[in-house]
């Protein structure tokens, strides 16, 4: 089988926390249909996401979040990928945040089958690589719900 060819990736992510960022944004969007984060910043020592929100969660959601992106981490679920042309995406995977130059083939990481979405980042090959989430600060500005998470 050729090569695809992709568009060059333009970031060096720490691959527990790129993983554990597709299990927060799924959960985000599964508990408070937000979208996946908008703006994000991952790295070893601490990541953020910002999500559109209306108002901030609860300190009593935010556990719940926590709780849950564990949850799936503690599946062991595998992390695996397919390559495929656009018109063979899936109809719930929203294209919308694509480059304007991205290529006709696009790379899709799945978590199991608890996410998928397309990405060119680097991630386990199971969640229970990640280690434990824990969301230590969240903050609220102008419809944008900020989350802090560190992986231990």
Same mark, same amino acid.
Not at 117 to 144: M, W
């Given at each position: 089988?050729?090569?695809?060819?992709?568009?060059?990736?333009?970031?060096?992510? +720490? =691959? =527990?926390?790129?993983?554990?960022?597709?299990?927060?944004?799924?959960?985000?969007?599964?508990?408070?249909?937000?979208?996946?984060?908008?703006?994000?910043?991952?790295?070893?020592?601490?990541?953020?996401?910002?999500?559109?929100?209306?108002?901030?969660?609860?300190?009593?959601?935010?556990?719940?979040?926590?709780?849950?992106?564990?949850?799936? @981490?503690?599946?062991?679920?595998?992390?695996?990928?397919? +390559?495929?042309?656009?018109?063979?995406?899936?109809?719930? @995977?929203?294209?919308?945040?694509? =480059?304007?130059?991205?290529?006709?083939?696009?790379?899709?990481?799945?978590?199991?089958?608890?996410?998928?979405? =397309?990405?060119?980042?680097?991630?386990?090959?199971?969640?229970?690589? @990640?280690?434990?989430?824990? @969301?230590?600060?969240?903050?609220?500005?102008?419809?944008?719900?900020?989350?802090?998470?560190?992986?231990?």
């Amino acid at each position: 089988m050729e090569e695809p060819f992709l568009n060059a990736h333009n970031k060096d992510e +720490f =691959p =527990p926390a790129h993983t554990a960022e597709h299990i927060l944004n799924r959960t985000m969007d599964n508990m408070f249909h937000c979208g996946r984060s908008r703006v994000n910043h991952i790295e070893r020592k601490k990541s953020k996401c910002n999500y559109d929100m209306e108002q901030p969660l609860t300190d009593e959601q935010v556990r719940q979040v926590e709780a849950k992106v564990n949850e799936v @981490i503690a599946m062991d679920l595998p992390v695996t990928t397919k +390559f495929v042309t656009r018109d063979q995406v899936p109809a719930e @995977i929203d294209l919308s945040r694509l =480059p304007g130059d991205a290529s006709e083939t696009l790379r899709l990481v799945y978590v199991g089958d608890y996410d998928v979405c =397309p990405c060119l980042g680097s991630h386990v090959l199971h969640t229970a690589e @990640i280690g434990e989430f824990r @969301i230590t600060s969240t903050s609220f500005n102008e419809g944008s719900f900020r989350i802090v998470f560190r992986l231990s």
